[in-house]
């Protein structure tokens, strides 16, 4: 009876949904193309904020449940003991339910962009949820903003295919999927807006602007009715900006540059050394979860996302922060707070590292905001107790301490901006926000050409930057372009054979090889009409006194700028492509250029 009840309920939902598609396709053919993607960001909106509710809900209530239960046995046992478990089952899910291959990191988003226009899978849609909550709500030390981010894409990308957009509308539905997870992840909607178009997109119109800032204000009202204000991160109590702190801004913009590239690389160095083990499976997860939960025991406030430590840290009494820890009988000592701060701060790029590394999904948003409040929280304390000057207001530097790390970890100082003004209910900070990002952008950016997200794909050349020209030669398949139907010879072969492929095919080039298809040279009809035709001439002539060099040739690995900038200097329209050491076949110059004009009206976003 039950199965018939689950069987009847499953046939329920199934025409459910059936009748909802058909509704979308002849809405598609009834309204303008304009109109349906306005629809679409709105319902691509809707379905990633009830996302971003679960994972959300889920975290903030698996956090509280811990700490009520530290509280009563007054030593954080069960925040030491939930990352384990989480890291754990989420490489149990990973291996056993999705194919044991999980794309994370909001990096993966940019790589679909540039790479493959804007198709994300399927499984991304729910696999981040899944594995996210898992790890992140059982206390792994990282964020669900970068999760959000990817399903929000997946939502996106997977709607514009299953109702035939073209590329460049998958791309914009990308971008709005994005733009309503960081919209309604922090009910900040002009930041969603600005993150997706400042860090997604490199290349928009202003027409485009409509159906991202749609979906960030569905994404952000959503949220505002349906989420707590507990639930997600927001200030209140904030003083206004006195323009009497500001050397002290620009101090802080100078340090959070600096700690943004601390974070980063340290980040990366563990995620490395993990990554390096021989066994990526339980071995490696519980090796690493054993070691964030020693990190956890020592240091609770590394449990979980950390939203409401930064809370804590705002507050008129953040020594609270030392309750259920070893130095709770030292509460009282403001230098010992100061100094848990201060470690934790610098903790937080291993912790969140070994909750990645080890196995478990999440991102570095969060992390990002965490270590911007402590950073801040550090310098305002180290101020006031040092005395060197009136009293600094330390909820202020705390919140604007979060815009300065986000801005250099992920080169989006307005995001930084936007999203901290939003959070804290006004724009009282917005000059002191503008001085602290601005500057730890640049102080970033001098030791690091790209964001953290983005640098491994940068060096690869498989993510878009402000280069126009550049993004569209990485997101043209040169070797899909390849020509591999030239007719080849050897050396043992007679020219005249060389004649024959001249005289009836449209062949300019041949490619001469040896029996293990290296290439050994090309005859060039342009450098030989002269005389081949002339039997006499070519009776005693041999294949090597016919053959040339190529000017230059092209490895199969070749980046975009060495391709092009090889036609450039060999002034040759055709070259040959090497493969493994061996001929693969010729690459024209003219079928670049037309693939990238044809490249270039489909990633226009208008």
């Known amino acids: 009876m039950p199965s018939n009840k689950a069987s009847f309920f499953k046939i329920i939902i199934r025409s459910i949904f059936r009748r909802a598609e058909h509704m979308v396709f002849l809405l598609k053919d009834k309204l303008s193309e304009r109109n349906f993607i306005y629809f679409a960001s709105v319902a691509v909106a809707i379905t990633c904020s009830f996302a971003v509710i679960i994972l959300k809900s889920f975290a903030h209530n698996i956090f509280l449940w811990a700490n009520d239960i530290n509280g009563f046995l007054k030593l954080p046992y069960i925040n030491s003991l939930l990352p384990i478990a989480g890291i754990l089952l989420t490489v149990f899910v990973i291996r056993n339910f999705l194919d044991n291959?999980?794309?994370?990191?909001s990096s993966k988003v940019l790589y679909a962009v540039a790479k493959k226009g804007g198709i994300l899978p399927k499984k991304q849609m729910y696999a981040q949820i899944i594995t996210s909550s898992l790890t992140v709500g059982l206390g792994g030390s990282a964020g669900l903003e970068s999760p959000i981010v990817i399903t929000g894409a997946?939502?996106?990308s997977n709607f514009a295919q299953k109702y035939h957009l073209s590329q460049k509308d998958r791309i914009l539905l990308l971008a709005c999927g994005v733009a309503a997870g960081i919209g309604a992840a922090f009910n900040a909607p002009i930041a969603g807006v600005l993150f997706a178009i400042e860090v997604v997109l490199t290349d928009i119109t202003i027409s485009a602007f409509i159906p991202i800032i749609i979906s960030a204000a569905t994404g952000a009202l959503i949220s505002t009715v349906t989420l707590s204000h507990d639930v997600i991160l927001n200030f209140e109590q904030t003083l206004k900006f006195d323009y009497h702190n500001t050397p002290y801004y620009i101090l802080l913009g100078i340090l959070a540059g600096l700690t943004s590239i601390y974070h980063a690389r340290n980040f990366q160095k563990i995620e490395k050394f993990f990554g390096s083990f021989k066994n990526k499976g339980y071995r490696r997860a519980l090796f690493g979860a054993s070691i964030l939960a020693i990190l956890i025991f020592f240091f609770p406030t590394l449990f979980g996302e950390g939203y409401e430590t930064i809370k804590t840290l705002a507050s008129k009494n953040p020594s609270v922060l030392l309750d259920n820890t070893m130095l709770e009988k030292f509460k009282s000592s403001e230098w010992v707070?100061?100094?848990?701060?201060g470690v934790t701060m610098l903790l937080k790029a291993f912790a969140t590292g070994l909750t990645l590394g080890s196995g478990g999904n999440g991102g570095n948003f969060a992390p990002s905001l965490f270590v911007g409040s402590y950073l801040g929280f550090v310098v305002a304390k180290t101020v006031n107790l040092l005395n060197f000057t009136h009293h600094l207001p330390i909820a202020n530097f705390t919140i604007v301490g979060m815009a300065g790390i986000l801005s250099g970890l992920f080169h989006a100082p307005l995001t930084a901006i936007?999203?901290?003004?939003?959070?804290t209910g006004g724009y009282d900070l917005m000059v002191p926000l503008m001085i602290v990002s601005s500057v730890s952008f640049a102080v970033s950016k001098q030791f690091e050409k790209h964001s953290m997200d983005v640098k491994s794909l940068a060096d690869k050349g498989d993510v878009f930057t402000s280069d126009k020209d550049k993004n569209i030669l990485q997101s043209i398949d040169f070797y899909n372009l390849v020509q591999q139907n030239y007719r080849t010879l050897?050396?043992?072969d007679s020219p005249s054979e060389a004649v024959t492929i001249f005289a009836t095919t449209d062949q300019k080039i041949i490619p001469i090889i040896d029996e293990h298809k290296v290439l050994i040279g090309l005859i060039d009809f342009d450098e030989v009409k002269a005389f081949i035709f002339n039997p006499n001439h070519l009776k005693?002539?041999?294949?090597?006194?016919?053959?040339?060099?190529?000017k230059e040739f092209l490895l199969f690995e070749d980046k975009p700028e060495k391709i092009m900038r090889s036609f450039e200097v060999s002034k040759s329209p055709i070259l040959p492509v090497i493969h493994k050491g061996k001929y693969f076949g010729f690459l024209s110059k003219i079928d670049v250029l037309e693939s990238y004009r044809q490249r270039l009206k489909e990633m226009v976003i208008d």
């Open 101 to 105: 291959n999980l794309e994370k990191g």
């Open 154 to 156: 997946a939502f996106g």
């Open 337 to 341: 707070l100061l100094a848990f701060v």
């Open 418 to 423: 936007f999203l901290i003004g939003e959070i």
């Open 490 to 492: 050897t050396l043992q």
């Open 540 to 550: 005693f002539m041999t294949m090597s006194e016919i053959i040339s060099q190529p």
